[in-house]
């Protein structure tokens, strides 16, 4: 059995020669384009084929506006993030800098896909006020109470809601950053891996190029793979076989990201905490706020819900 061959050790133009019969043949399906000038990695979204159309039920007019919001959230997801230069710095720091977030906000992925949850829970709002409403002018009979409760929970669970939203948003900025350098490791690793061709190549210009645009050719199958619903056939077909192990480290820890969520059981308990609470919340602001209630919950589950997403 023999070792294979590190990429460095004996790299020649006879070792890429057009025979069948060498082991370490380099011959790429199709010629990729080597870029002039830097430009954005982007990935190809997997063709749907033609669905058959649905049959409208209420359940699917209902899922209506949450299948909206999840289409904006993923799409955007999906979107370039250019590195910021020094002009997108002073833009960053201006003082306009709230006007301009503010007028922005229907523009937002976060605040679109809060959508269906504020909806909701502003709708309840407005059914108990409502109600509360309907049984103090006595429309209705005498047997319906008023919803009210003490606000003595809500003081008591208050915190222990506030840690739950502080570790979600600490782990998910772990997360991020465990990201960001990895994918910082793979662009270094893949700029000295190009060094190290640019060096070792014999003199021939063709060989050099092929194998830099292979090597151009690998963040961009890399974030392809890490992306949902991607289709690196489509963008690439051949990649480098052998990665220095920096790179290969990077590779595992971005996999890790994608496949590991935050535990489960946490997100869970986070996401019906946010729910019962504003489930309730009308009925405990009830006494002192009446239809206040309805702006109040709006503006609870908008915060609340965004710290969360």
């Known amino acids: 059995m023999t070792t294979p061959r590190s990429p460095f050790q004996t790299l020649s133009s006879s070792s890429f020669s057009s025979s069948s019969s060498s082991p370490f043949q380099f011959t790429p399906k199709t010629s990729l384009k080597f870029p002039s000038k830097p430009s954005q990695i ?23 506006i949450p299948d909206w919001a999840d289409g904006i959230k993923e799409r955007r997801m999906k979107q370039s993030r250019p590195l910021y230069k020094h002009e997108d710095w002073v ?19 976060v605040i679109l896909s809060l959508v269906p949850p504020v909806i909701a829970f502003t709708s309840v709002a407005t059914v108990v006020a409502s109600y509360n409403t309907a049984v103090l002018w006595h429309l209705l009979p005498e047997i319906f ?7 003595l929970p809500y003081q008591l669970t208050a915190p222990a809601l506030a840690l739950l939203l ?59 793979h890490l992306i949902y619903e991607s289709d690196i056939g489509r963008d690439l077909e051949d990649l480098l076989d052998d990665i220095d192990l920096e790179i290969v480290l990077s590779i595992g820890v971005c996999e890790q990201i994608m496949g590991i969520p935050i535990p489960l059981s946490y997100t869970r ?10 489930l309730t919340l009308p009925i405990i602001l009830w006494d002192d706020c009446n239809w206040i209630v309805v702006p109040a919950t709006f503006v609870s589950a908008a915060s609340l819900f965004c710290i969360e997403e």
């Open 42 to 64: 982007l990935c190809s979204q997997t063709p749907n084929p033609r669905s058959p159309p649905k049959s409208i039920t209420f359940i699917s007019i209902l899922r209506t």
């Open 91 to 109: 833009r960053h720091r201006s003082s306009l800098r709230h006007i301009r977030h503010l007028l922005s906000s229907l523009n937002s992925r």
């Open 145 to 151: 109470p008023v919803l009210r409760a003490s606000s």
């Open 166 to 224: 502080v570790f979600r948003t600490e782990a998910s900025y772990s997360r991020f950053e465990e990201g960001r350098k990895a994918w910082s490791k793979v662009i270094s690793g893949t700029n000295d891996f190009a060094r190290q061709v640019i060096v070792s190549v014999e003199k021939d210009s063709s060989l050099k190029t092929a194998l830099l645009q292979y090597i151009v050719a690998f963040p961009v199958a890399l974030k392809c």
């Open 269 to 278: 308990l986070t996401s019906r905490f946010l729910v019962l609470w504003h």
